[in-house]
């Protein structure tokens, strides 16, 4: 079991920055990746990054690439979501989620309660 529990939303301008923060806990030892998703309002889940739990690896996708970074903290079991140059279509809310080793490919078998972006305009 993990448990995932995510902090940072908040409302901000267009152009500004916001930081989003992942702290997990529980059998992190099984984690083979970590990614970040959202969902805004009538619209389906999409996925927004990911980063391999303990070895090198990042994937964006493309409406964030060049303004998301996404990074990870071994030794405190935390992912975080630098957002910067956000625009008013970034607004969703955004999970953590977290992929066992052995899950199917795209398949994620854990997920934080989310957390609310507004980007203004």
């Known amino acids: 079991q993990v448990q995932l529990v995510e902090s940072g939303g908040g409302l901000v301008q267009a152009g500004g920055s916001l930081r989003l923060s992942c702290a997990a806990s529980g059998r992190t030892v099984s984690t083979y990746r970590m990614g970040w998703f959202r969902q805004a309002p009538g619209k389906e889940r999409e996925f927004v990054a990911s980063?391999?739990?303990?070895?090198?690896?990042?994937w964006y996708a493309d409406p964030v690439k060049g303004r998301f970074t996404i990074s990870k903290d071994n030794a405190k079991n935390t992912v975080s979501l630098q957002m910067n140059s956000l625009k008013p279509e970034d607004t969703a809310v955004y999970y953590c989620?977290?992929?066992?080793?052995?899950?199917?490919?795209?398949?994620?078998?854990?997920w934080g309660q989310g957390t609310q972006v507004t980007v203004s305009s």
């Open positions: 980063i391999r739990w303990s070895v090198a690896g990042t």
């Open positions: 989620a977290a992929q066992n080793y052995g899950s199917s490919p795209g398949t994620y078998d854990y």
